[in-house]
């Protein structure tokens, strides 16, 4: 029997702690339309998962109808791919365990495949970025948190639990800063966005040196990457101390999994050389000696916001066609 009818389109979104963004992708992974809206807008789940059926269901409709769409792809912070749910994230309003791939079907109708926001990124890069053509590499999100993916063999590797990855959650000083998952000296205490914030404080705090940092309200790390452009030694050493931690948690990631490459995206690698080189020294001096030069530490060619809506439409062509009312 021939089918009469191919749904060519997928939606892909991509959840961030301060932005949603939603976009239709088709076959070829070109974005035929895109839109977002502001997380912080939406702090009960339930009012979210309705006001995005709601946009995806207008965006649809005004781009090629409800019909086209096969599936969809959602990225988020927590997710886990094997439960459909976003479970207790440190970094959202939302509490305990959401299972948004369920409310999102039942809303829209459509078979939906929920994934952990580095894990769809991961398969963005691999897909259409700096990974292609990789069979063994790490993907590594540092921004407001720390996420990772392992990518083996040409696949994931989720782990038992779907938890694979969280090195943003393993301990690089003991008793060190409390954490968001509640722990003390998480990698992500010292290089997510947070973190970095704080190491600007406490290197102010301890040295007397003059610094635009003093001078400025400093409200994200972009702010110390706009000082350092500028020659200010103490932002400069903000990033060096990042690197420092970063280089060391990466090193130690690819002592155990002996990748090809490891990919850096997320907000915080927008500071470039200024995170990339000590990261890159640090990473050098830590890694196990058989594969020291050996291992590509690569950025992410994506742009963020593509990233996500391409990963999640790459997740969503994954998932078994579903569809309630066509």
């Known amino acids: 029997m021939i089918e009469g009818t191919i749904k060519s389109r997928v939606v892909g979104v991509g959840l961030s702690v301060e ?33 995005l059926s709601e946009s995806i269901l207008q965006l649809a409709e005004e781009n090629g109808g409800y019909e086209t769409i096969r599936s969809v792809g959602f990225s988020a912070p927590s997710g886990n791919f094997k439960t459909g749910c976003i479970e207790y994230p440190p970094n959202l309003p939302w509490k305990g365990s959401t299972p948004m791939a369920a409310m999102l079907r039942d809303r829209l109708g459509l078979a939906v495949a929920l994934g952990n926001n580095a894990h ?19 993907f590594l999100n540092v921004g407001h948190g720390v996420g990772s993916a392992i990518f083996s063999g040409g696949k994931f590797y989720l782990g038992s639990d779907g938890f694979s990855g969280e090195i943003g959650h393993t301990c690089v000083e003991h008793n060190g800063r409390t954490c968001g998952c509640g722990n003390r000296g998480c990698l992500e205490a010292y290089v997510g966005t947070k973190g ?12 007397p040196r003059p610094s635009l940092m003093r001078e400025r309200v400093i409200k994200s ?57 000590p990261t ?47």
């Open 19 to 51: 932005r949603t963004v939603f976009a239709i992708v088709d076959m070829r992974g070109t974005i035929i339309a895109k839109s977002e809206f502001h997380t912080t807008d939406y702090p009960n789940p339930n009012e979210y998962a309705a006001h």
């Open 280 to 326: 890159s020294q640090s990473f050098e001096e830590h890694v196990f000696h058989n594969i020291k030069g050996k291992v590509k530490l690569l950025p992410s060619i994506l742009n963020d916001d593509e990233r996500d809506v391409l990963g999640a439409g790459a997740l969503a062509w994954e998932v078994k066609e579903y569809s309630l009312f066509i």
């Open 196 to 207: 970095i914030l704080r190491t600007a404080q406490e290197l102010l705090e301890r040295d």
């Open 221 to 277: 790390p972009r702010d110390i990457y706009h000082c350092c452009e500028e020659g200010d030694e103490l932002a400069v050493l903000v990033f060096h101390e990042t690197g420092l931690r970063l280089g060391i948690g990466m090193a130690n990631y690819a002592s155990i999994l002996n990748p090809e490459a490891i990919v850096l995206a997320g907000g915080i690698a927008h500071a470039g050389k200024w995170l990339f080189e």
């Open 120 to 138: 769809v990124r991961a398969l963005g890069e691999y897909v259409y970025g700096s990974a292609h053509g990789l069979r063994d590499f790490i």
